[in-house]
């Protein structure tokens, strides 16, 4: 005879053999759940801002500086970086124009310009580091002599063109340089000048101008260029960088903790292997 189960005996009859062979796990989840969703909403506030991107406005002359030493900053300060880099004037003009970023590593006329505007908070300024101009040729091409005002003259004569980005850190200092060489209007047919970052060093890789003009760092390590040298002691000029947090910054806290690291021991040895002197 075939005995007949009710279902509501049946369904009770199999919520009991799962509770059997699976109560203690099904409870066991059930906690862990529980306990992970309290301390989600027991969490400090302050979590959920440091997991978010840092935003930072990084001149091209610390590029190789902060690529290198991102993944120990990040794990310093908490927080992702989101980096744009460019030329401090072009920089500039975004932070003016209204471009939102949490902090900002400038050349330090710019940024003491931008801190005079109210964009930068200036109690929260720090000087990181300086580097001077240098000369580069195309990779594997011969290197001319620039080792005296009076050689490096005659290598900007003799090349047929000459590269480097007016709106620059280098673009003032460059031009002085060519003045008090006396030889700036007899170069100047040969200046091929473009704003767009790195375009002056793909000039030079790419055969279109048999010299580059640039800080060192923008140089020394720019693929098919090689450095030639500084530029003589006697006509060279330092660029100065600094940083400062955005007076309208989301993450105040993340960009202090961002310039504490950019001037403390840590970056020091990178800041130098990169052709940067670091702030004493």
Do not use: C
């Not at 993944?71 to 460019?86: D, H, T, Y």
């Not at 590593?105 to 720090?126: E, N, P, W």
Request: glycine fraction near 8%; charge should be positive.
């Amino acid at each position: 005879m075939l005995l007949s189960v009710a279902p509501n005996t049946r369904s009770d009859h199999v919520e009991e053999l799962v509770n059997r062979k699976f109560g203690n796990s099904v409870t066991l989840i059930a906690a862990i759940l529980a306990l992970a969703t309290g301390w989600f909403f027991f969490l400090p506030r302050g979590s959920a801002a440091q997991t978010a991107e840092l935003h930072v406005m990084i001149s091209d002359g610390l590029k190789t500086v902060v690529e290198e030493l991102t993944p120990q900053i990040e794990r310093s300060i908490g927080r992702k970086l989101a980096v744009q880099f460019n030329s401090s004037k072009n920089l500039r003009d975004k932070i003016q124009a209204g471009e939102p970023f949490d902090a900002a590593i400038l050349t330090s006329d710019v940024l003491d310009d931008l801190i005079q505007k109210g964009k930068l908070v200036a109690g929260m300024r720090a000087d990181i580091s300086r580097t001077g101009l240098g000369v580069g040729v195309r990779a594997g091409a011969a290197k001319p002599d620039i080792a005296t005002a009076d050689a490096l003259k005659q290598a900007f004569l003799n090349a047929k063109f000459i590269s480097f980005n007016p709106t620059g850190a280098s673009a003032v200092p460059t031009y002085k340089i060519l003045a008090r060489l006396g030889i700036s209007d007899a170069v100047k047919p040969k200046l091929l000048l473009d704003a767009e970052a790195g375009r002056t060093q793909m000039n030079v890789a790419g055969g279109k101008s048999d010299l580059v003009i640039s800080l060192i760092p923008e140089i020394k390590f720019f693929p098919g260029v090689d450095l030639v040298g500084p530029i003589p002691s006697d006509l060279q000029s330092y660029v100065n960088f600094s940083g400062a947090v955005a007076m309208d910054a989301k993450d105040k806290d993340g960009g202090k903790a961002l310039l504490q690291f950019l001037t403390g021991p840590s970056a020091v040895p990178v800041l130098k292997a990169k052709g940067m002197e670091p702030h004493s």
